[in-house]
């Protein structure tokens, strides 16, 4: 089976670090075990101090970035100062509830956008006793409008010197039927349509960021990798297709996403822990690939974590509702989890001539 010999850098990053201690334990135990390299944090997490003393202990803290959050828990700011952004509650609005404010005729306000990423930096800086310079958006609110322009000029300003772009080609490969949308549907902000929308919004945000000097991955994968769709098989998959099969950056390739899709092809003789799949074969890479290029960059977006606890195990006896929602609560954090540490995904990194890398070597 032909492969590229150029090395290719991969950035594995754990979100949401913080939310609560159990995810936070998941999140450190894959980068001290499986191939997680990176992490962003939400600085309104149930445990801020101790989730930045875990990361300083075990080396985390220097692959530490901001997941910057205007969509659940409470604000850091006053709420009085971002009403948009806040319900009569004085918390967030909810994935949903921000998202169909943001497209209603009341919409949201860039000013309450900016102040509350400024004040989620200075609070990330006071934690960490650093700037941050990565920095992204929980549920992916950095790229779209209203607010995408201003998420990438206070970056821009405040010398945060790269983000997250998901434009995720093998999960919008997977679909044929066309992508329909209505903002003030609350169904388009979950689920398909939602990721969907993602992908797509992506390119375009790129180039917002780009232009004002905030640079992202050459390529992004991790929507297609959630929850149970996070295996060994899968991984190791898209390890051999990303880069082997289109290895130019974005950037150089056309925005239309039908025109660079990325089937998964067989996986390498050998691994003990996934099942074979010998549906495709992997493309040669181009020819026109000049190998002496600086290698290109992928972001594989995870979720990893333990599971919270029910009260009577140890778990929290009264839940929050952003710290121990239903997301952490799922068998799913561990299922990612484990596929970050599996055996036969860090054989595929090396098989495959990848090499682990992090946000601040892009």
């Known amino acids: 089976m032909p492969t590229s010999n150029r090395r290719h850098r991969i950035v594995v990053t754990g979100d949401d670090y913080g ?10 135990k894959g980068f001290k075990e499986g191939i997680l390299t990176d992490a962003i944090m939400l600085v309104n997490g149930e445990d801020p101090e101790g989730s930045v003393a875990a ?3 075990c080396g985390l ?6 997941h910057v959050n205007l969509t659940e828990g409470v604000p850091v700011s006053p709420p009085n100062t971002i009403p948009s952004l806040v319900g009569t509650n004085g918390r967030f609005l909810g994935k949903v509830g921000f998202f169909l404010r943001a497209h209603s005729e009341a919409g949201i306000s ?3 956008v900016k102040t509350e990423i400024l ?23 950095h790229i779209f409008e209203p607010v995408v322009d201003t998420f990438a000029k ?20 997977s679909f044929t039927s066309p992508h329909q949308f209505t903002s003030n549907d609350a169904t388009c ?5 939602f990721y969907r929308t993602v992908a797509k919004l992506a390119n375009p945000a790129r180039h917002k960021y780009v232009s004002l000097g905030v640079q992202s991955t050459d390529k992004y994968t991790g929507i297609c990798l959630m929850g149970k769709d996070s295996t060994p098989q899968r991984l190791t998959s898209l390890l051999r297709s990303v880069f082997t099969t289109h290895l130019l950056p974005l950037t150089e390739q056309t925005t239309s996403a039908t025109s660079t899709l990325m089937e998964p092809p067989s996986l390498p003789n050998g691994n003990q822990n996934s099942e074979n799949n010998t549906d495709c074969e992997t493309e040669s890479p181009p020819s026109d690939v000049d190998t002496n290029k600086e290698a290109p960059t992928i972001e594989i977006m995870a979720h990893p974590g333990l599971m919270v606890l029910p009260p009577h195990e140890g778990g929290p006896k009264q839940k929050d509702e952003f710290w121990h929602c239903y997301f952490s609560c799922l068998e799913d954090r561990e299922q990612e989890l484990s596929t970050l540490m599996d055996v036969g995904v860090k054989k595929a ?3 495959n001539s990848h090499e682990l890398s992090h946000w601040a070597a892009v």
Not at 19 to 28: K, M
């Open 19 to 28: 939310v609560n201690p159990r995810r936070t334990q998941g999140i450190i």
């Open 55 to 57: 990361a300083r202990e």
């Open 61 to 66: 803290i220097s692959h530490l970035g901001l």
């Open 110 to 112: 860039t000013e309450d």
């Open 119 to 141: 004040a989620q930096i200075k609070k990330f800086t006071q934690l960490t006793q650093f700037a941050p310079t990565h920095a992204d958006g929980h549920h992916f609110v």
């Open 154 to 173: 206070v970056f821009a300003s405040e010398s945060i010197r790269t983000t997250r772009i998901p434009e995720d080609l093998a999960y919008l490969s």
């Open 189 to 193: 902000w979950n689920g398909e349509s």
């Open 349 to 351: 990194l090396l098989e």
